[in-house]
């Protein structure tokens, strides 16, 4: 059985990404996964939904258990993510995307915050080369 080169390539971007760079796309994923929930909702496919709005839900769960919680802003961090997580389940449950939708932009605007964070940090460490080499991390679940 021929290995799917596009799945190769997937698999060793994920593992060549930076902490940053994984950061981001687990917030970009979320919000994929957000967006899908809202559609097949506003379909009535709601087995879809469900399956789109859980993926979001185990992103956020994720994001909350690698919080480093010897940082103060580790829990303002994690009382945000237990709202999200609130929410999505909320809608999911009632079938309400008003609910969903609330949190899509304050997850995205996160993403963005972290995007940032991480390019300053690369600035600062490797002199202000954005794309220098960073150390790497193992993929997380999605």
Known sequence: MADNPY???????IN??????????LFETCVKR???????????N????NESLQKAERIIRYLDSTLDMQYEISMDYARLY??????????????????IKEVIPMISDLGKTFKEAD???????????????????????V
């Open 119 to 141: 390019r300053i940090a690369r600035q600062q460490q490797f002199g202000g080369a954005d794309t220098a080499e960073a150390p790497t991390v193992p993929a997380a679940p």
């Open 7 to 13: 799945k190769k390539y997937r698999e060793q971007s």
């Open 82 to 99: 237990d709202y999200f997580i609130w929410r999505i389940t909320t809608g999911n449950i009632h079938k309400d995307i008003s609910m």
């Open 16 to 25: 060549t990404m930076t902490q940053g760079e994984m950061l981001v796309l």
């Open 34 to 44: 957000l967006n899908e929930g809202v559609i097949y909702i506003e379909e009535k």
């Open 46 to 49: 709601y087995a879809k939904a």
